[in-house]
């Protein structure tokens, strides 16, 4: 399962004599303070569609709380429509304040990691899977996470949604070994056994898995921080026509070539095809 949320660099912050943001405005706080220190507020590396999509998932939750993001999900309403341009309009903010790197729309998501990992950047957007690097970087000391505060009066939530799973060819006759894998990954056993790896970077979607204590205090946050409720990573639950313009649109934003506007109306188009294809 993903937990996307914001990770920060614990030494950036108390060299700055900054605190986790309770609220929006001091979230901005501490963009324009990292910033003006020097720093990388927010890594990102929009070059790929799906790290930007982190980000904007974060602003876009934050913005229009989990029902409004929800609704854009599944097509309840459209990208054109209120909560929609709100949170392109809110990204396309901190893009203009200078609080993402002006090469993000030309580098990767490893660019914007290593910069991140080692201390240029203040904040980073990610996915728990992040924290394989961490321990890699022995970062695990300065590494701290939250999630975005709210906009609209709403907890705040990581963004989520499965983040990959196991597939099996539709062509197997014989299934009993995935089945064997399949109930072994959802025991007792094997929660066990993933939680004492303190390198371990995947939050499995069992009921075992969540109730057994990880042995790395930052993978038990991430737990912890969906374990009741969670935001929605659009990526995850957009179709294809929609994503393409989705990924497209956020890149043209913050590249300076595309306005809210115009790229709400882009996604919507495309949400129109799928919708259309899906009749």
């Known amino acids: 399962m993903d937990s996307i949320s914001c990770y920060y660099n614990k030494e950036i912050f108390e060299e700055l004599n900054l605190e986790v943001p309770e609220t929006w405005e001091e979230f901005l706080n501490i963009c324009e303070a990292t910033k003006k ?72 998501e490893f660019d914007a990691l290593y910069a991140f990992l080692n201390g240029k950047s203040a904040m980073y957007f990610v996915d728990a899977w992040v ?34 799973t196991y597939a099996v060819p539709s062509g197997i006759e014989d299934t009993r070994g995935a089945e064997m894998w399949f109930e072994f990954t959802l025991s007792d056993e094997f929660a066990k056994m993933m939680a004492a790896d303190e390198t371990n970077n995947c939050i499995y979607a069992s009921k075992a898995f969540f109730e057994t204590e990880s042995a790395a205090p930052p993978l038990q946050a991430a737990k ?41 109306a882009n996604i919507q188009e495309g949400q129109d095809k799928d919708l259309a294809a899906s009749e």
């Open 224 to 264: 912890e921080a969906i374990s009741g409720a969670a935001g929605r990573n659009p990526s995850v639950f957009i179709k294809t026509e929609t994503k393409n313009a989705y990924f497209q649109n956020l890149q043209g934003i913050v590249a300076g070539i595309v306005t809210p506007e115009e790229a709400a």
């Open 37 to 108: 220190a020097g720093y990388e507020s927010i890594a990102l590396g929009a070059m790929d569609g799906f790290a930007v999509g982190w980000s904007f998932g974060n602003v876009l939750q934050s913005v229009a709380g989990t029902e409004g993001a929800r609704k854009l999900c599944i097509s309840e309403v459209k990208w054109t429509d209120e909560s929609g341009i709100a949170g392109l309009t809110e990204f396309d903010k901190l893009v203009k304040n200078g609080y993402f790197d002006s090469l993000s729309a030309t580098r990767g």
């Open 131 to 164: 924290l394989t690097d961490v321990y890699s970087n022995d970062m695990q000391s300065k590494l701290g996470t939250f999630a975005l505060p709210s906009q609209v009066g709403e907890e705040a939530y990581a963004t989520g949604g499965l983040g990959r």
